[in-house]
Every structure is written in structure tokens, then in C-alpha cells.
């Protein structure tokens, strides 16, 4: 029996929320409802479950679409309070992240910052098995600094009750920055017994085939944001002419646009954010069109 490849639209905090959800799953996810999206990462805030993030995840915007919250925690305490509060909001599937290199989330022990505390995650795996109505993944990167960090945690990964890991192959101090490490990533996803997700600078449908081919899928967070026709392109078989996959950036643009404007508070709200989108514009992009998204001074 062929296995599933799986199709999954990465958190990116601020940008893959409900409004760009919706429009994307309307615009190119219809007929393809095992692509999987996940909420940019909710957190702890002044020892609560912090409001918006839970908005995000329980929006009625999210209908029809195949959707997993992701949780950032520093400890068991945290996890718990995420976890127990998902569940009641009626999460079935939770992402744990382990691979956030943002800094100030790292230097707090959140993120990536975890790797680098094995007990907690001993503690949080053992809490998983109180859980079974849950289903959880991990999303994580090859270490902090290191990325031999990730190969001291297959262990304690594989005894995790996971649906898959997904794996980033850069360590939290290189950003986005710098070479993805493939070798180490083949090393460490090797010793994984959990399906492995490659995640990081997949942007067309030909490198997606190839990952195919030794992956059990794939996470794409930047580069759908650039080329939202990605998964439907490499579904049909078919790359989309230039000038179709610029209509369908721009067209994603205008969409969550309109559904934000019914939610923001005035223009200006809406103009901040949606300035953020036009730094994935495509490459071929008017440069003049794309310079005026990115400074505009109105909507």
C-alpha cells in the first residue's frame, strides 16, 4: 500500500492566522482537504492561556479546513494549561513547537529553547499518556547551537505517542539564515520511528516530488505565503504560468484583505497588517507594485 505524503501550511505568527486561512483553503484547498494547516504557536501569557491566540483557533473562519493548533511552552505546567484548555475547546490534534529560534522565546527556555532541557521533555512525554483523545506532533529544529543536539533526544522523541515529527534542518542560532544542514538532518531523521515532515525553503513543486521521495511529507510556511497555488500545482501535476501565480498571490492579498476588513478597526489597523504579505511577493513581481505594498501609506 503507497503511503499518504502529507501536505501541511507551516504556523508564521501574524500571517498564517484565520482571515489567511479561510481565503487560502477557499481559493486552493477545496478538493484538497488532507492539506493541513496549523495556527501560529499559542502561549502562556501572565499565567493564562492568552486570549487572542485561542481566538485564532476557535474563529469560525476555520471551517471546512483540516486544522491543528500549535502550543510554545517552557515546562510541564505551561504544556498542561495549553493542552487541558485545547481540549476543551475541542482540539483533537495538538503541535508541540520545539523549534522557534526566536530569541527572546529561546533565552526562555520556549521554542527551541526546550532542546536544551531533556527533563522537561521527559516530564511532558510522560504527561502525553494521560491525554489519549489527543493526537500530538512535534515541530522542532537540530539543536540550539548545535546540530548534533537533536540525536541526544531520538530516545526520548521515539517513546513519544507522535502522528509525526517535523523537522526544520537548521539550529535555532541560524535563523533562516545559512546552509540547510541535510546531511545531520539524515542522520537524525534515520533513528526516528515517527513519520518525518521536512519543513524549510521549499518553494516549488518539483523540490516538493523529490522530498517525496525520502520524506513522509512536507510543512511549508514561506514559501506558500509567496506562491499559494504551491499545493495545488504539485497536486495537478502542472506548474501554473507566471502570470497565473502572481494573480493568485495577488488575489490572495485582496481576498484577506476584505475578510479583514470586517474584523480591524479601522484602516490603518488594516493597512499594518497587511503590509507584512508583501515581503513574500513573488520575484517576478512588478517591482513598483511590490514596493508600493511594502510602503504604502494607506490601504
Keep these: 500500500m503507497e503511503k499518504?505524503?502529507?501536505?501541511?501550511?507551516?504556523?508564521?505568527?501574524?500571517?498564517?492566522?484565520?482571515?489567511w486561512r479561510s481565503v487560502h483553503f477557499r481559493l486552493f484547498g477545496e478538493g484538497q482537504r488532507d492539506v493541513e494547516y496549523f495556527t501560529p504557536f499559542i502561549r502562556v501569557e501572565k499565567g493564562e492561556v492568552r486570549a487572542r491566540d485561542l481566538r485564532d483557533f476557535t474563529s469560525g473562519l476555520n471551517v471546512g479546513m483540516r486544522l491543528t493548533p500549535q502550543i510554545i511552552f517552557r515546562d510541564v505546567e505551561e504544556w498542561r494549561m495549553l493542552v487541558e484548555t485545547l481540549a476543551t475547546n475541542g482540539a483533537e490534534r495538538i503541535?508541540?513547537?520545539?523549534?522557534?529560534?526566536?530569541?527572546?522565546?529561546?533565552?526562555?527556555?520556549?521554542?527551541?529553547?526546550?532542546?536544551?532541557?531533556?527533563?522537561?521533555?521527559?516530564?511532558?512525554a510522560n504527561e502525553m499518556t494521560h491525554y489519549t483523545d489527543i493526537q500530538?506532533?512535534?515541530?522542532?529544529?537540530?539543536?540550539?547551537?548545535?546540530?548534533?543536539?537533536?540525536?541526544?533526544?531520538?530516545?526520548?522523541?521515539?517513546?513519544?505517542?507522535?502522528?509525526?515529527?517535523?523537522?526544520?534542518?537548521?539550529?535555532?542560532?541560524?535563523?533562516?539564515?545559512?546552509?540547510?544542514?541535510?546531511?545531520?538532518?539524515?542522520?537524525?531523521?534515520?533513528?526516528?520511528?515517527?513519520?518525518?515532515?521536512?519543513?524549510?525553503?521549499?518553494?516549488t513543486p518539483m523540490q516538493i516530488e523529490e522530498l517525496a521521495q525520502r520524506y513522509d511529507g512536507v510543512m511549508i510556511g514561506r514559501g506558500i505565503l509567496a506562491r499559494p497555488s504551491l499545493f495545488a500545482e504539485y497536486r495537478s501535476g502542472r506548474e501554473w504560468s507566471v502570470k497565473d501565480r502572481e494573480e493568485a498571490f495577488l488575489?490572495?492579498?485582496?481576498?484577506?484583505?476584505?475578510?479583514?476588513?470586517?474584523?480591524?478597526?479601522?484602516?490603518?489597523?488594516?493597512?499594518?497588517k497587511m503590509k507584512p504579505y508583501w515581503e513574500y511577493a513573488p520575484a517576478t513581481l512588478d517591482k513598483k507594485i511590490v514596493k508600493q505594498g511594502k510602503k504604502s501609506g494607506s490601504v
Excluded: W
Excluded at 4 to 12: D, G, I, T
Excluded at 96 to 118: E, T
Design 4 to 19: 499518504e505524503f502529507k501536505l501541511m501550511v507551516a504556523p508564521m505568527q501574524g500571517l498564517t492566522e484565520a482571515a
Design 95 to 124: 503541535d508541540l513547537n520545539m523549534g522557534c529560534p526566536f530569541v527572546p522565546q529561546v533565552r526562555k527556555g520556549r521554542g527551541a529553547g526546550i532542546l536544551n532541557y531533556p527533563d522537561k521533555i521527559a516530564q511532558i
Design 136 to 203: 500530538f506532533s512535534v515541530k522542532m529544529r537540530l539543536g540550539v547551537d548545535d546540530p548534533g543536539e537533536a540525536l541526544a533526544l531520538v530516545e526520548l522523541l521515539n517513546e513519544m505517542p507522535l502522528r509525526h515529527v517535523t523537522v526544520h534542518p537548521r539550529t535555532a542560532k541560524q535563523q533562516y539564515k545559512g546552509n540547510l544542514l541535510l546531511e545531520d538532518m539524515k542522520a537524525f531523521s534515520s533513528k526516528l520511528r515517527h513519520p518525518v515532515i521536512f519543513n524549510g525553503e521549499i518553494s
Design 251 to 272: 488575489s490572495l492579498l485582496r481576498n484577506t484583505s476584505s475578510v479583514l476588513e470586517d474584523i480591524l478597526c479601522g484602516s490603518a489597523q488594516l493597512r499594518d
